[in-house]
């Protein structure tokens, strides 16, 4: 089963933003979305999953057409990571996980009991059981995307997709979050993320897709679309590379 | 098997606190409304008339009886559904609007429902006749915001809607204003001053059957849709992508609010704050989980409107327009809501 989308126009109501995108995702692999602000990454990861509507081209789940699924069906298959936010009411981690659920209840229903199993399997494998009943108002911002991480999972999806997955998080935060992304690809889920920081790219993803002026200018394997050549030209911008025995980094320079 | 039975709820212990003093509010409220007024009745001879209500007992002394029965029983039924019924639609609709400052008339229920009952006194139609243009109009209302809000291509649908509803809530408030005019002001004016500042004294027995119908099928619809108002509450996309029809959603909230504001509206004039005040009381008691705070909300909204129409029936020599005492004793409450931010909505 792959997460598709071929020949993509996307924009926001009448107004195009990126034309001729074509994007796959298969099980087991983290892929970024690579590119600097404003370059149509948000936009593509949305109508992506359904929630803006595709110009031109159409996107596939396991070969059915998104537009022909239901809000349920959607949710069953793909789990949505928003930016970190705050939110109106003080619910509990508990409650904000069990809304993952929400796909595997009838309209009417209230939760079961194996909803609430779900809920704390998810809340166990991130680590953040101990958690459940701090308002999600009050957490701090690493936290919260532990949480939304595990909302997600509670959602039994076949992919996942979040939107800048790190931003706003300290350095700490950045470096969990990051590695609960790459163990959630090694589960078998398919993982979709978008980002601005190619070190970020570098440590989770096995392929990247480079995006400008909401074009794919280029994708494949990280160790050959991570270079200097490349993000220069991706970002307009001079930058540095910096190699040691660990590994590679990126700086701006 | 379910050998490792999850820990308890998060906050259960709280909710349970919570809930009992919700029963106990509207317990009291049932208990003073119907024993206080120019004839006291004593909770004995209420206790008896319980009794012989469900078989057996002589039913307590006649008088008694007579007022409880025909004259505040209708009255304080009436006032425990609208209470509960306003109560339960401001949760709903603080939820689907994401803002705690949200009330149920958000959508002009109440400013439709106001120029429809005005209109009813200006050609001197029949309480029946008031009462179902009043209605009519409250619903009229806020389909026309919602067609509007519709109409109105934007990225956040729910801001756009209350955008529309405030705009024509002021249309339908200088209507109002025309028609009270143009009124008689011996005859028509005082009738619809009084009727816009809120009364449950007018209510008798036949109208607790068409007040019943609406209130019921739409508190009861809410309370169905409780589980949902939460991911509602995430906003129109985290809602989606958890998987809700949020369309078909937002539209039952909604229809159902908007069914149980216009009947109430309809019965009883404009009562505010109830709808406001009473979810952040709900909240405060068992937390801000729709799925507990809507069902405690209905109590709470049901309890405190009593104790408010008893006030109103006894204070004063002449009776008070409860819209008066809602905002007397919703502003204070509302100001220490809002001090106390952290418990109570953000």
């Known amino acids: ?20 995108i074509d994007i796959v995702l298969h099980p087991g692999e983290a892929v970024a979305l690579l590119g ?15 929630l803006i509507p595709a110009h031109d081209g159409e996107v596939t789940i396991g070969g059915r057409k998104l537009t022909r699924l239901s809000a ?11 930016q970190v936010h705050v939110g109106t009411f003080a619910f509990s981690v508990e409650t904000v996980v069990l809304m993952g659920r929400t796909a595997h209840m009838p309209l009417f229903a209230r939760p079961s009991p194996s909803d609430h199993d779900a809920t704390r399997a998810a809340l166990e494998r991130l680590g953040i059981a101990g958690l459940a009943a701090r308002p999600y108002t009050e957490i701090s911002g690493g936290e919260r995307q532990l949480v939304l991480l595990a909302r997600a999972l509670a959602q039994r999806p076949r992919f996942i997709v979040l939107d800048e997955p790190t931003a706003n998080l300290d350095f700490g ?19 979709l993320f978008t980002t601005h920081d190619p070190n970020q790219a570098l440590r989770i993803a096995a392929r990247v897709y480079l995006m400008r002026h909401g074009r794919c200018v280029a994708d494949g394997p990280v160790q050959d679309m991570l270079t200097r050549e490349r993000l220069e030209a991706v970002y307009d911008a001079p930058i540095r590379v910096l190699s040691a025995a660990g590994g590679t980094a990126f700086l701006p320079a | 098997m379910t050998t490792k039975r999850a820990l308890p709820r998060a906050g259960a212990k709280r909710a349970t606190i919570g809930y009992a003093i919700a029963c106990l509010v509207l317990l009291a409220g049932l208990v003073l409304a119907l024993c206080v007024g120019r004839y006291p009745v004593s909770g004995r001879d209420l206790l008896d008339l319980l009794a012989a209500q469900f078989g057996g007992g002589a039913g307590g002394s006649p008088a008694a009886q007579a007022v409880i029965l025909s004259v505040r029983g209708p009255r304080v039924l009436a006032g425990a559904l609208v209470g509960a019924a306003l109560a339960v639609a401001g949760t709903a609709f603080q ?6 400052l949200v009330s149920p008339d958000i959508l002009g229920a109440s400013s439709g429902a106001a120029l429809g009952a005005v209109l009813g006194i200006y050609f001197s139609f029949n309480v029946f006749g008031i009462e179902l243009l009043a209605f009519a109009g409250g619903l009229a209302a806020v389909v026309a915001v919602y067609l509007l809000g519709s109409a109105i291509r934007a990225r956040d649908p729910v801001l756009v809607l209350v955008l529309a509803g405030i705009v024509i809530g002021s249309l339908l408030g200088a209507g109002v204003g025309l028609v009270k005019y143009l009124a008689d002001p011996y005859n028509q004016l005082p009738a619809m001053t009084f009727w816009l500042l809120g009364s449950l004294a007018a209510v008798n027995p036949a109208d607790l059957a068409p007040l019943f119908g609406p209130v019921a099928a739409g508190t009861i619809g809410l309370l169905l849709l409780r589980h949902r108002m939460n991911v509602m509450s995430l906003g129109e996309e985290e809602a989606i992508a958890l998987g809700v029809p949020t369309r078909l959603l937002r539209v039952a909230i909604i229809a159902a609010a908007t069914l149980v504001t216009s009947a109430s509206v309809a019965v009883a004039g404009i009562i505010g704050w109830i709808g406001l005040v009473v979810p952040h009381l709900a909240r405060a008691l068992v937390g801000p989980d729709f799925a507990r705070a809507v069902p405690a909300a209905a109590l709470v909204g049901g309890g405190l409107l009593l104790f408010i129409d008893t006030l109103a029936r006894t204070a004063a ?14 502003t204070p409450i509302f100001i220490w809501l809002l001090a106390d931010v952290q418990r109570s909505w953000s």
């Open chain 1, 173 to 191: 935060n950045q470096g969990k979050v990051i590695g609960e992304i790459r163990a959630l690809a090694q589960t078998g889920l398919g993982v």
């Open chain 1, 1 to 20: 089963m792959t997460l598709e989308g071929r020949r993509l126009a996307i924009g926001h109501g009448r107004h195009v933003i990126g034309r001729d």
């Open chain 1, 72 to 82: 349920r069906e959607r949710a069953r298959l793909v789990a949505y990571v928003p």
């Open chain 1, 36 to 50: 600097p602000n404003g370059g149509g990454k948000t936009t593509l990861l949305k109508t992506l999953i359904g």
């Open chain 2, 95 to 100: 939820g689907l609007f994401r803002n705690p």
């Open chain 2, 317 to 330: 020599p002449i009776e008070i327009p409860l819209g008066i005492l809602t905002a007397a004793i919703g």
